[in-house]
């Protein structure tokens, strides 16, 4: 073989491995991120903050999909039954480990069988009431709640708000109807006009019509006061005794996703996370928490779900 010859061939198989390598290279096209609920709410404006930092890091566009339905199920569905390619990954709040654990009809039987790339911080469960609910207090809505001839009716659109109105009643010894929703934005309009009397809601669904005088928030599911609601006792404080609820959004894609994506998606959540614009936005939800890598993504997701699991151990809850 002569040296042109040589030299073709080599050039030849430098063309082909760049080219393949172009071809192999993630992320090659745009990533959708699956949020199993409506949109409007604080969960998918918290997606859409961390959608466009990811974006920017990755060098590819990161495209919410909302897809609401089945107490977070179908959602989460459908990314469960996707490839483990790294374009279709599940933004979930943790009320997604509860899910197999309170529903017969959930697609997956825990919450581990997604593969875990990174938490952010989640929404904090607040109990609300409508205006013309005569309430100021947990003990004044315990007693107007017994008072009734009939229970009073609770909007609910997720798992984890349910345990949190569970570890209420349960408490009080109150009795509530549960009517359910998509999301907060189709549970409100019929909370605020009375149709509904009771609520469990993430703050950053309900502050604007707290600080409107529409809502009253009788107390929160964390272990102490949220700094931006001074006067909102936490529900330990009010006579709830079971521990504050887990609390994060987790990015998970289906199983056996290849560790390099994974290390890669991570690696564009924490990026993300730090960014001014994408902390401005957490702070308006009042959503606290630093993004959290894949091992402890994983911890955090199987503490959760254990919380879940205990909590129907003890009260025989279900949603079905």
């Not at 604007?208 to 599911?221: D, E, F, I, P, Q």
């Not at 890669?264 to 924490?270: D, E, Q, S, T, Y």
Request: hydrophobic letters at 45%; one cysteine or more; aromatic letters at 4%.
């Amino acid at each position: 073989m002569n040296r042109l010859t040589t030299g073709l061939v080599v050039g030849a198989l430098a063309l082909f491995a760049a080219a393949a390598g172009a071809q192999t290279a993630y992320p090659g096209k745009p990533i959708r991120l699956v949020v199993p609920l409506p949109a409007g709410g604080p969960s998918d404006a918290a997606a859409r903050a961390l959608a466009r930092g990811m974006a920017a890091g990755l060098g590819q566009e990161v495209l919410v999909e909302n897809r609401p339905g089945g107490n977070t199920g179908t959602g989460a569905a459908a990314v469960l039954h996707s490839a483990p390619d790294g374009y279709t990954l599940l933004f979930a709040p943790a009320s997604n480990a509860g899910l197999p654990h309170l529903s017969k009809a959930s697609p997956y039987k825990s919450i581990a069988e997604f593969s875990p790339i990174a938490a952010i911080g989640g929404n904090t469960q607040c109990l609300v009431v409508p205006s013309s609910v005569p309430a100021k207090t947990l003990a004044e809505f315990a007693a107007y709640a017994k008072a009734g001839a009939k229970p009073l009716m609770r909007g609910s659109n997720n798992v984890s708000e349910d345990m949190v109105a569970g570890q209420v009643t349960g408490a009080l010894g109150i009795t509530l109807e549960r009517v359910p929703y998509k999301g907060a934005p189709q549970l409100l309009p019929d909370l605020l006009e009375g149709r509904i009397q009771v609520a469990v809601l993430p703050v950053g669904a309900s502050l604007a019509h707290v600080r409107a005088g529409r809502l009253a928030m009788l107390g929160c599911s964390t272990a102490e006061r949220i700094p931006a609601l001074p006067a909102v006792p936490t529900l330990a404080e009010s006579g709830v005794s079971a521990a504050p609820l887990i609390t994060a959004h987790f990015v998970l894609g289906p199983a056996r996703l290849p560790a390099e994506i994974i290390e890669r998606l991570a690696g564009a959540v924490r990026q993300a996370a730090q960014a001014a614009e994408f902390k401005q936005e957490m702070d308006r939800l009042l959503i606290v928490g630093t993004a959290r890598a894949p091992a402890e993504t994983r911890e955090l997701m199987l503490r959760a779900e254990a919380q879940y699991a205990q909590f129907v151990r003890d009260t025989g809850a279900s949603i079905d």
